[in-house]
């Protein structure tokens, strides 16, 4: 029994000591400057702008001392699991400079997919979806599964539905070849449109039943041959990313560092 119960008290010794981080922490530190800075700049540090757990401890040890050393241990012990890494939150999570970017790329290119994004950035896939999962989670970014895989875009209110397709198709090199093929030649058959791109028949049929589909481009038959004109809803769409539309091939982005 009674060596029991000493067990269970080195156990919580060391239980304890394994509690106190801050014990590692306890170096002495530096000044920066060398020269003293002198303090004729002082300004008043008010209660709400202590961090709370000093001052609840500071309470505590006036008021009840006998719990002073349990509280630091709980305040310790929320420290140790933290890991010193600072918590990624909706008003914070474009402070890191490499995910800055990343939803940068997605606002200027809307409806841009992973491999697109890792040309753009210069930045491996791993890395890439890791901080394109955080602005997911934070609401920052939405995406949205096509025929080709997952697009993403910013949410900033100002992309409705049709806007964000056309965004995406936008961001495929054959899809946008031809949309504005049917834009510049309204009417064109798939004939015309396979050989002004250089690309088969099939080929373009495969690339146009998506454009069908989601009402971006409509089909009309006259007497042998199907023509295909850009529906009226998404013309506007098509004419304001086509022209601004910046290149994905190459390049990286500006004004990053990446």
Known sequence: MVAGMRITGIALVIFCLALLPSAACATAVQDAYPEKVPLDDLMPVYVWNIPLDIVVLGLVSIFVPVLFVPMQLVFSLFAWLHFGHKR????????NETRNAVYLCIRDNPGINTN????????????????????CRMGMVVPEP?????????????CPGLERKVAGY????????????????????????????????ANVTWHMKPLL????????????????????????????HGSGKPAIAGGRVSGTGI
């Open 88 to 95: 990624v939150l909706r008003n914070n999570v474009l402070e």
């Open 116 to 135: 697109s994004l890792s040309r753009l950035l210069g930045m491996n896939i791993g890395t890439l979806r890791y901080h394109v999962g955080i602005l």
């Open 146 to 158: 096509n025929c080709r895989g997952m697009r993403y875009y910013a949410d900033t209110g100002a």
């Open 170 to 201: 936008l961001n495929e090199q054959s899809k946008s070849r031809i949309l504005n093929i049917v834009l510049q030649h309204p009417g064109c058959t798939r004939k015309e449109i396979a050989s002004r791109l250089i690309m088969s028949g």
């Open 213 to 240: 589909r989601d009402g971006i481009v409509r089909d009309e038959k006259k007497e042998r041959f199907v023509h295909y004109y850009i529906c009226a809803d998404a013309k506007e769409c098509v004419q304001a």
